[in-house]
T-cell receptor, first 111, second 117 residues
Framework: QKEVEQNSGPLSVPEGAIASLNCTYS??????FFWYRQYSGKSPELIMF????GDKEDGRFTAQLNKASQYVSLLIRDSQPSDSATYLC???????????FGSGTRLQVQP | DAGITQSPRHKVTETGTPVTLRCHQT?????MYWYRQDPGHGLRLIHY???????DKGEVSDGYSVSRSKTEDFLLTLESATSSQTSVYFC????????????????FGPGTRLTVL
């Protein structure tokens, strides 16, 4: 079992809808979580991180963390075709000094 | 990724040849990482460095070695390339916030596409 799990998708949503991307993790020792966006053929770019239970909002993006249930989610409001990409979830474990990534979820926003 | 460069960006080589990939940063970040990305596997950590001459293995380190003699450069070497090492390789950097707040944002270079024939 991978330590960070994501549904590979594709997740297809219509333009203007809310896209909900989910991630679960197995190690309760994880301290913080990161969402990266990766366009085809490009490198991952950081969208946001979260380390406290609850919600964190940044523009159209909201990250949610529930440590009791061990899941992290990313909501994208008013989805645009330019949001079509693969979204990578990653957890940080202090002892390893490195991020552990999920396999990513491919999002398709239909115009 | 303006402060992180990787070279070469593309390379085709033959099985059994040595290959060295270079990552260079201008951000003076303490931590540097090498990942490989393959379809269905996401990003997997090969090796990382937490300071000059301080390195450690990741989850897929077999067949790879690294060196870091300067803060700004982190080299990844495939001593004898195999077809299974055909992949896209990403370098990343980070600098943990002092005081142990628990977060560690990583920033990625543009990647190197390596093909081993």
């Amino acid at each position: 079992q991978k330590e960070v799990e994501q549904n590979s998708g594709p997740l297809s949503v219509p333009e203007g809808a809310i896209a909900s991307l989910n991630c679960t993790y197995s190690d309760r020792g994880s301290q913080s979580f990161f969402w990266y966006r990766q366009y085809s053929g490009k490198s991952p770019e950081l969208i946001m991180f979260i380390y406290s239970n609850g919600d964190k909002e940044d523009g159209r993006f909201t990250a949610q963390l529930n440590k009791a249930s061990q899941y992290v989610s990313l909501l994208i409001r008013d989805s645009q075709p330019s949001d079509s990409a693969t979204y990578l979830c990653a957890g940080f474990y202090t002892g390893r000094r490195a991020l552990t990534f999920g396999s990513g979820t491919r999002l398709q926003v239909q115009p | 990724d303006a402060g992180i460069t990787q070279s070469p960006r593309h390379k085709v080589t033959e099985t059994g040849t040595p290959v060295t990939l270079r990552c260079h940063q201008t951000e003076n970040h303490r931590y540097m990482y090498w990942y490989r990305q393959d379809p269905g596997h996401g990003l997997r950590l090969i090796h990382y460095s937490y300071g000059v001459k301080d390195t450690d293995k990741g989850e897929v380190s077999d067949g790879y070695s690294v060196s870091r003699s300067k803060t700004e450069d982190f080299l990844l070497t495939l001593e004898s390339a195999t077809s299974s090492q055909t992949s896209v390789y990403f370098c990343a950097i980070s600098d943990p916030v002092q005081g142990g707040t628990g977060y560690n944002e990583q920033f990625f270079g543009p990647g190197t596409r390596l093909t081993v024939l």
